[in-house]
T-cell receptor, first 111, second 113 residues
Framework: DAGITQSPRYKITETGRQVTLMCHQT?????MFWYRQDLGHGLRLIYY???????DKGEVSDGYVVSRSKTENFPLTLESATRSQTSVYFC??????????FGSGTRLTVV | GQQLNQSPQSMFIQEGEDVSMNCTSS?????WLWYKQDPGEGPVLLIA?????ELTSNGRLTAQFGITRKDSFLNISASIPSDVGIYFC?????????????FGKGTKLSVKP
């Protein structure tokens, strides 16, 4: 199906574990983004990518790692999960950095 | 850094009422966007504004790009239960390498049936 898909939809992990959230888009959009959404903070940018092999930090990048070896995939890795990383994570994409299209989100709980 | 002040934070309205929410910033933006997020889903783009003073409608929704380029408002006329959700404003200096979208913290809309 065309669009932007995130997996898993829900994830529970333990403190200290590494966890990877997946994002895949079928439009060949150049730009991709990772946001986290927390009560009282709205959407905060974690990382973004302007093209394959080009990534940049956002507002809240500490504790996260991204890669973009292919245009359509933009995985987000929490190297050693902490409770403060419990959140809802959204991936988004855009052809030219206007009007982002969001995925349905991954709800991550770190226990 | 750049911040968007979105108000109100939340509102309860009677079905059929008109709704108004706004977003202000100390920075100038060249693009204003309004998104809606349904429970359990990602934000969906409602309206995009690209020119100061622009007034754009999408069904019962109307949004305006402020003349100063530092603000925008969204109106919803004759609200219905499916309008429930969180509405986000977002501003951008420019596309491409000129900067990413900056989001407000959202207005949570609840409708009394």
């Amino acid at each position: 199906d065309a669009g932007i898909t995130q997996s898993p939809r829900y994830k529970i992990t333990e403190t200290g574990r590494q966890v990877t959230l997946m994002c895949h888009q079928t439009w060949s959009h150049s730009y991709m983004f990772w946001y986290r959404q927390d009560l009282g903070h709205g959407l905060r940018l974690i990382y973004y990518s302007a093209a394959a092999d080009i990534t940049d930090k956002g507002e809240v990048s500490d504790g996260y790692v991204v890669s973009r070896s292919k245009t359509e995939n933009f995985p987000l890795t929490l190297e050693s999960a902490t409770r403060s990383q419990t959140s809802v994570y959204f991936c988004a994409s855009s052809r030219d950095n206007y009007g982002y299209t969001f995925g349905s989100g991954t709800r991550l709980t770190v226990v | 850094g750049q911040q968007l002040n979105q108000s109100p934070q939340s509102m309860f309205i009677q079905e059929g009422e008109d709704v108004s929410m706004n977003c202000t910033s100390s920075s100038i933006f060249n693009t204003w966007l309004w998104y809606k997020q349904d429970p359990g889903e990602g934000p969906v783009l409602l309206i995009a504004l690209y020119k100061a003073g622009e007034l754009t409608s999408n069904g019962r929704l109307t949004a305006q790009f402020g003349i100063t380029r530092k603000d925008s408002f969204l109106n919803i006329s004759a609200s219905i239960p499916s309008d429930v959700g969180i509405y986000f404003c977002a501003g951008q200096i420019g596309g491409g390498s000129q900067g990413n979208l900056i989001f407000g913290k959202g207005t949570k809309l609840s409708v009394k049936p």
